[in-house]
């Protein structure tokens, strides 16, 4: 398992994000965290610091309940980096009354590099109250906020009957802030939006914007953590400034119809502004899924996904995805496979790493393409998950599944399967990304789900690439550059350590090719926890 990150004696817990930020050269963490059990309840604002987004150092809580508009919660939030380089924390707060609330709070002293005391001005908290007509119990998580015409504008994610709401707030100096007579954006059906997050993303590039960014070069992302499910959604759309709405295009979809940042274990999820390298990055929640008496014999509970950079796509109507560059800095032993056939039934070990913390790049070449599994018009593209629990890694199709066992016990006792399957419709290949928590444990009472999603992906060239990120309990992998991110929490009860394997596998009757693999054992574990 994961160690623990370290952040004061004894057991925590770990939840949800709150806000990242980068100023002056340092990254700040902040998150949910309970110090006193392995479960909800006593949530402060805890605070990390690092100048890489690998090694981290745990510093005491920013925020914690302690004033009457936040004395029963200190809940998500964002920051904001205002004119003057001065930073500001807007989080919810819930009352006595059991109000959601928005208050705000700053450092105590700006020289200070890490920033380790900020303090809330509790003469003019709390900044947004829920006014008539807004539901006071489902109103949180401000998002960082963006400057444009005079104003300071944020959104707070809440619902109205079964309709999502991302409300939106006016400030000309942060403190005073006005609700907009329309939300930002709103979608029937949806239910609560939590952790709304709005930010610019350059037409071509890989290159990140601050979020006060717009402009003809540029398109925005609304993502909302679905309550009902669970899961984050996106969607790439226009922000009509002079209206102050924003209107999804027309390849994006609301609700869990929608695009997710990651097909598997990951909620909560928040963007920033790197400016020092002009890059947008991506930190989310991966929760447990083993059960809440296994989290506290443990001690801890809840871990970050690895950071991702995040860019639009050349077809401009989805995300691109990828670990940052500094996770390259954990590599060690390298082990290469090339031009590797796999025939029907073949799995192939990967020798010569250390198989439960690995980071695996590889790329497959598809010999021919004409024997693909026709897609069964009763199948639902907007139900990947069904379709990989149907067919799993065993069921034989013509072009897949093929991939990587990770976490796999010697006999394969357990294993968890990242793979892909590829149908052919009327008009297109239809690509399916798998992984498939299933059989991945001999151990009962574990949440084993078979996570999927489509790939949108041209295979002219015949070749599609996966990297997978194997850190003893997780596994999170990227399909197509990047295209399609799936992760996975397994709790192996054989393959841990060196008792852990690594294979390439095909169980399709077409014989697939690796092309080339490069697999790297990592010095320590990979993400907080």
């Known amino acids: 398992m994961n160690v623990p990150f370290p952040l004061s004696p004894g057991i925590k817990y770990f939840v949800g994000f709150v806000a990242p930020m980068y100023y002056n050269g340092i990254y700040h963490f902040f998150y949910q965290y309970n110090p006193k059990g392995a479960v909800w309840g006593n949530i ?17 809580p920013a925020i914690y ?46 020289s200070d ?12 908290n709390p900044v947004v109250d829920p006014e008539a007509g807004v539901n006071a119990s489902a109103f949180r998580d401000p998002s960082t906020a963006w400057w444009l015409s005079g104003h300071w504008r944020m959104v707070v994610g809440s619902k109205r009957n079964h309709r999502g709401m991302a409300y939106l707030y006016r400030s000309r100096d942060f403190i005073h802030w006005i609700k ?20 610019p993303v350059l037409l071509s590039g890989k290159q990140g914007l601050d979020t006060s960014v717009v402009g003809k070069q540029v398109k925005h992302v609304l993502k909302v953590s679905l309550d009902v499910t669970r899961y984050d959604y996106y969607t790439v759309g226009t922000y009509l400034t002079d209206e102050d709405r924003y209107v999804p295009d027309n390849t994006s979809v609301d609700g869990w119809a929608g695009i997710r940042y990651d097909y598997g274990n990951f909620y909560a999820s928040k963007t920033f502004f790197d400016p020092a390298k002009k890059r947008r990055i991506l930190w989310g929640w991966v929760n447990e899924s083993d059960t809440t008496s296994d989290d506290v014999r443990k001690g801890w509970a809840g871990i970050q996904a690895i950071p991702r ?27 290469k496979m090339n031009h590797q056939m796999l025939k029907t039934g073949d799995h192939i070990e990967v020798k010569g790493i250390s198989a439960a913390q690995a980071d695996v790049d590889v790329t497959f070449y598809i010999p021919s393409l004409d024997k693909v599994e026709a897609f069964n018009l009763g199948w639902s593209l907007t139900d990947a998950q069904l379709l990989c629990a149907k067919k799993g890694s065993k069921v034989q199709g013509g072009i897949g599944p093929f991939g990587l066992l990770a976490l796999a016990s010697e006999n394969l006792e357990e294993y968890t399967p990242v793979f892909f399957r590829i149908f052919k419709s009327s008009q297109k290949h239809i690509v399916l990304l798998c992984s498939d928590a299933r059989s991945s444990s001999l151990k009962d009472g574990l949440y084993k789900p078979s996570f999927a999603g489509f790939v949108d992906v041209d ?71």
């Open 309 to 335: 950079r995040v860019w639009l796509d050349p077809s401009q109507r989805q995300l691109m995805q990828w670990p940052i560059q500094e996770l390259e800095t954990l590599r060690r032993t390298n082990v």
């Open 65 to 110: 309940p302690s004033h009457r508009f936040d004395r029963k919660g200190a809940w998500s939030g964002s920051a904001t980096i205002l004119p003057g380089n001065k930073p500001v924390i807007l989080y919810t707060g819930v009352d006595p009354s059991d109000r959601q609330v928005q208050n705000y709070a700053v450092p105590a002293n700006l």
């Open 459 to 529: 295979l002219t060239d015949k070749k599609i690439s996966l990297r997978s990120l194997i850190d003893h309990s997780v596994v999170e992998s990227f399909g197509a550059g990047g295209k399609t991110c799936i992760t996975s929490r397994v709790y192996p009860t054989l393959a841990v350590l060196e008792n852990a394997h690594l294979y390439a596998f095909n169980n399709g009757t077409e014989t697939i090719i690796v092309e080339n693999l490069n697999a790297w054992s990592m010095n320590k574990p990979l993400r907080m926890n």
């Open 113 to 124: 590099p890490y920033l380790r005391k900020w303090i809330k001005p509790a003469g003019l």
């Open 44 to 60: 402060v604002w805890a605070h990390s610091v690092s100048k890489d987004m690998i090694n981290w150092k745990a510093l005491e």
């Open 180 to 199: 907009a007579k329309h939300p930002l954006h709103s979608a029937p059906h949806t239910g609560m939006w939590e952790c709304p997050d709005f930010y």
